[in-house]
């Protein structure tokens, strides 16, 4: 057990070590980057930016394409703003896993926006957003360490 409550049951089962730096080279603020696992057809492992604002988990539209994501997949098209523009996109389940470096993985079955256009996407990176993957689990972030602690509700 990692962290825990008073009554000694787990808040925390696992940690991750994350990186604080700008997510883009256009960025001039740091950022909160999680090591993911994004699974749908095959397993793609990348950074996504934590951002409790963002209302689901957005997934660069590449790396879907890699994973094996197709548009009649989609559970439905909805558009998003994101860094100022509008992108219209699919929402789609994934399987979203932080491998821990401490503790147990987790993972979890998150609603994800996937953007239409690659070409409009840019070098945005992922986003860990709060409706549909962080509202689904624990966590923690200790600042002075750069550790992430996670567990399951």
């Known amino acids: 057990m990692i962290l825990q409550f008073p009554s000694k049951e787990p808040f925390a089962t696992g940690s991750i070590t994350y990186t604080y730096a700008p997510a883009t080279p256009q960025d001039v603020t740091n950022r909160i980057q999680l090591p993911i696992v994004v699974t749908m057809d095959s397993s793609f492992e990348t950074l996504a930016v ?3 604002g963002a209302p ?3 997934l660069d539209p590449t790396i879907a394409e890699t ?3 197709r548009p009649e997949q989609s559970l439905g098209q909805i558009s998003m703003q994101i860094r100022g523009q509008k992108m219209p996109g699919s929402l789609v389940r994934l399987n979203i896993s932080l ?3 401490q503790g147990q993985d987790l993972t979890v079955e998150a609603t994800t926006f996937i953007p239409n256009l690659k070409e409009q996407w840019g070098n945005f990176p992922s986003f ?3 409706s549909g993957f962080l509202e689904r689990i624990r966590f923690a972030i ?3 360490t750069n550790t992430f602690y996670f567990g399951s509700l």
């Open 50 to 52: 934590l951002d409790t």
């Open 56 to 58: 689901y988990m957005i």
């Open 67 to 69: 994973i094996g994501f």
């Open 99 to 101: 491998e821990a470096q």
């Open 128 to 130: 860990l957003g709060l």
């Open 142 to 144: 200790d600042p002075l």
